[in-house]
């Protein structure tokens, strides 16, 4: 059988070229090329090439030399700058938010040898005016790529280094990362803007999709403590109010809660836990943190680090940011604005905050975190090296010295009050609310509730005893129009009255204490020693397995009736689970699925998963059959028969599988996305739209291709922003007669 082989470079520019098996390239005729170009939008839905198309192994070995910023209205910029410093007077030191308005421009990222140019959103950042340097025209900006991205970050901040005390920021973000703790990417880079001197400013991402994205985590609600009271004073200038402040919770990320029903459910359970923790937290600088997680352990954790590295600032309630996982219904925190200065002074001035409260609590943390990572196992090597790639230079003298220094202040903080070995749950009272809201002066906000079991909204007044009912259908569709508001610019989304659709649990094993089973719905669930058998008898039942300890021989059998369907189009329900059935956060060796005749998003999903599978067999799925996230897997057989969608899809995760064989894969057999890693050693694909799809910035090596009926052998291609070109290599590539690729340009393909 004679193989032809045809490339297609495609860009977005009108331009592309296709290739031979001998790599002779020629240009096709501009009909062609207009008509591959609405091909790859609307069949690929692919976005325009990353930085006009430079190469794969260009980009992923070079490092920034420089940012350029050319603000396109620049004399509106400096007019708008020197308001912003010089409005009500030397004596008023904040900035006033109508001068943060954007400014449209253009931001060079200039590398060692390429340069990319992506247009931008920029306007000034921060509260205060020490974040504008008058004498050198300058000041922090917060910056919104519209397109490309640097280092997958798409909104970040340029701060001026002495805003957050220079070095010790980037000390600090380090150090926090170490502990595997949620830090938005930081480090030194030098900008020039509009062409002035250059100078080195702080990059800082902002919290986002991508961000969560890019800790593992799926994406979800971001909240923070809503500041208006602390801004919004008697006197007119923000923090001089006496005594507690009134304070809510604020969802950041509100384009994830208007996405859908189940989106909006899930932040309006984030604001229920973290209102009723704010509500019943004895002051403006101790959340009741038993509110927030059933075990807050971590969260006193991080209160422990934050004063062992001076950076007790990020404290406060009104300073607090959350990442809220709906899957293990708990809250994890976000570092911000810590300012630290650990480096320049021996010890804070305060260990221990004089306003924190729960110092018992705190000291256990302390004694537990000493246990899990003894000084001895810190690796001195490991934070070395991202102090360097990040723009700080540090001897190891003096980083030993450092790492000593915060050793020492969590040794004094694990001494101060200990009694307990365990978290002693302080018994707050809801009436500490309305002392909060007294104290605030004449408050006219109403607190909104939704009731979506009973399809009922109520708005209470700030008392919570006047309350007023009406119904949901004739609340407005969206409740997340704007800063968490409706109905009147004065009320705020509370939460919720009631909570349904929780996961219960249905089994734990002996041998593995923390191995659970949990469902919703009305699932039928049969489990003898590690053999799981599940049918699912409606279409609202979903299964998640989790285990924090290694899973020898699981078995997993699971199908439900052929005439159930997901209800709703939205791709997770009220728990976030995409999968009828989801393994997550599990280890397991020799992990065995059969599936048949599922109904949902991912017919299974493996999310924050390690180990070894011998075998996943899935039959009949109505959308995705398997999904991968963030996941470190060897798997040994995957057979996947009649999916409505992809057979297999791959998101961060770095996967080996010897044997694949897919059939009646409907839109792609393989789909490999968002920064994975993927080795297959034979795969065999028949009857299927796409053969391997392979985007944003992933990679993916091929030993033996085989494929029969398939339209597009393989295409390689950008989706999303936030990430750039992608690499495939087939040794042998046994695709059809007719062997044709689709290669945005700057991806990489080479095969036989």
Partial sequence: MRIKYLVVIITLAFCGQIADKNENLYNPNEFQNLEVQKRLVEEFGAIEPYCSGQDFDT?????ITELQIEITDSSNWYQNLYKAYFSNGENYSYINDKFKKRFNSEVHLIHENYKCTFQAEIRISGDWKDHIDINNSISSMDVKLTTGNIYGVTKFKLLLPETRYGDNEIFVTSVLEEFELLVPRTFYVNVNINNFAIKKFIFQEKP???????????EGPIIETNE??????STGIPFTEEGQIFESGKITNLA??????ESEFISLVALQKYNKALFTSKDNSNLNY?????????????????????ASHAQPNHQRKFYYNRIENKFIPIYYDGDSQFLVREKPDQLIRETYDDVENLSFAANRFLELHPKQNFNNKSLMEKLILKGLIMTEEALEININRL????????????????????????EVLYSKLQSTGEIKSNLIFIDRKQQ???????ELIICNAMLYKNFENNIFLNENKQISNRDIIAGLDSEFGSLETQFKIDKYPSFEVRYVGDPIIELAELDLNIILTTSEDRILISSNSVIDNLNINISSPSTLKMQGSNRFDMNLLTGCLTLYNVEFINLNIQSKNLFCEDSVNLLNTKGSVELIDIQNSEFDALDIDFSTLTINKLVIKNSKNDCLDSSNSSLTIANLELDNCLDKGVSVGEKSDVNLKFINIKDSNIGVAVKDSSIVDILNYEGSNVKYCSTIFRKKQEFGPSNLRIQIDNCGDDLVNFVQKGSIYSGS
């Fill in 59 to 63: 980009i992923n070995n070079s490092n």
């Fill in 208 to 218: 986002a999709k991508e961000f969560i994205e890019f800790n593992q985590l799926r």
């Fill in 228 to 233: 208006k009271y602390y801004w919004n004073t």
């Fill in 256 to 261: 994830w809660s208007r996405k859908s029903e």
């Fill in 290 to 310: 038993f509110e927030l997680n059933a075990d807050p352990i971590k969260l006193f954790e991080f209160d422990v680090l934050l004063m062992a590295l001076d």
């Fill in 407 to 430: 050793y020492r202040n969590i040794n004094d903080i694990a001494k101060r009050r200990y009694v307990n070995d365990y978290l002693v749950k302080r018994n707050l009272s809801a």
């Fill in 456 to 462: 009922i909204v109520n708005s209470c007044t700030y």
